[in-house]
């Protein structure tokens, strides 16, 4: 059977997107690689591609279509079914297998696909849990790993993926729950989602230093667990929504350099008891 149709380069959008400050990037050593074939000899030194290659498809137990067949008969990785490469330095920069039926776990040897960009296994059977190791894939801006059925936690050093700007993770069984999200000192543009007002967990919430603008949203007012908030240096405007102002939880309010108005609620003291700093700044 011929496997369907897809888009090599096409990655799905998402709701969440996580950012944060560069980490050194570390190279995962392979302990117990595959061996190289003979496609090896027209790498050019870019051996850890197919060997990390070559791990994930020994990962996949059921492949109905027999997409990976090409994985290591094709001249080239480069050629390998769902594989994109870079055109200059010829490494791998996107997997995409996605709507294909694939039954097995994602192999941590993904880590060693350091020129990564994209990832899009949406619509398998992949299970166990997320690896680790996509933490160093510091260049990985498209992740999608939704309609699957992994399991645990969501890596919490996922944050490292610093140029990460669509994540999707939905109609798995991941456990956990969200409670710390920084996007600071980025170059996020457009507004703020509302969607942000349904991180129920959230504790602390960190956007300075982008390029957002518009309002604050009144949604935000509804993250009961919240105790930091910092929007400060970029383009918002308008007045901050009360409900924000009525988050006993808050001990850390800092917004400056936007373009808010309006004046503080007279009963600040009573309506935020936790308050230790408030820092509105230059507007």
Not at 22 to 38: D, E, G, K, W
Not at 106 to 120: A, E, Q
Not at 166 to 194: A, C, M, V, W
Request: glycine residues 8%; charged residues 10%; positive net charge.
């Amino acid at each position: 059977m011929a496997p369907p149709l897809q888009c090599k380069n096409s990655i799905s959008s998402c709701s969440y997107y996580f950012s944060s400050f560069l980490l050194p990037c570390i190279i995962i050593t392979f302990l117990h690689a595959p061996p190289l074939t003979s496609a090896s000899t027209v790498l050019n030194g870019n051996e850890s591609d197919i060997l990390a290659l070559l791990a994930i498809k020994a990962k996949i137990t059921q492949d109905p279509f027999n997409v990976t067949a090409s994985w290591n008969s094709s001249p080239h990785y480069c050629n390998w079914f769902g594989v994109s490469c870079g055109h200059l330095q010829q490494r791998v920069t996107s997997i995409n297998l996605m709507s294909l039926g694939l039954v097995g776990s994602l192999s941590p040897y993904i880590g060693n696909v350091t020129f990564l960009t994209g990832i899009n296994i949406e619509a398998n059977n992949f299970h166990g849990k997320i690896p680790q190791e996509i933490s160093v894939l510091f260049r990985l801006k498209h992740l999608n790993l939704s309609n699957n059925s992994f399991s645990g936690e969501i890596p919490a050093n996922l944050s490292s993926c610093f140029n990460l700007v669509r994540l999707r993770l939905g109609f798995n069984s991941l456990t956990g729950k969200l409670e710390n999200l920084q996007l600071h000192y980025n170059k996020f543009t457009g507004s703020i989602p509302d969607s942000l007002g349904n991180l129920s967990s959230l504790g602390a919430l960190s956007l300075a230093v982008n390029n957002f603008e518009g309002r604050i949203p009144d949604a935000l007012g509804r993250l009961k667990k919240l105790n930091f908030i910092g929007l400060g240096v970029s383009n918002l405007y308008g007045m901050v929504h009360s409900s924000v102002f009525n988050l006993s939880s808050l001990t850390s309010v800092t917004l400056p350099y936007n373009k808010l108005h309006g004046t503080l609620p007279m009963d600040l003291g009573f309506t935020l008891p936790n308050l230790q700093v408030l820092n509105m700044g230059a507007i």
